[in-house]
């Protein structure tokens, strides 16, 4: 988790880091709500041992994402590109 906080600062403009804090933690929290539902369903429709089999396996499944990605092998943050102008800002007036 502090891989990936300090990952996601390195590479975030400051003016998005709260967009991208609050989307980060939707996604994982929210699938937290979600997988309560569908291991709930899953254990009264299929039963016990089996609902838990399918989420040993989907877990060990889920490894996979983070062996096959390029970042098992990163080293050091990359550097960050120039600042981007916010599109809802005013352009600058021109001078007279």
């Known amino acids: 988790m502090v891989a990936q906080a300090s990952f996601q600062q390195a590479l975030t403009p ?3 880091m ?9 996604v994982s929290w929210g699938g937290l709500a979600l997988g309560g539902v569908l291991g709930g369903a899953a254990g009264s429709l299929l ?4 609902t838990l089999c ?3 396996a989907g877990m060990t499944l889920s ?11 990163l080293r050091e943050l990359p550097r960050t590109q120039d600042p981007v102008p916010l599109s809802d800002q005013a352009p600058a007036a021109p001078a007279p």
């Open 63 to 73: 490894l996979l994402p983070a062996l096959l990605s390029p970042l098992r092998t």
């Open 18 to 26: 709260g967009r991208m804090s609050a989307t980060a933690r939707f």
């Open 47 to 50: 039963g016990a041992r089996p």
């Open 14 to 16: 400051d003016r998005l």
């Open 54 to 56: 399918v989420g040993a």
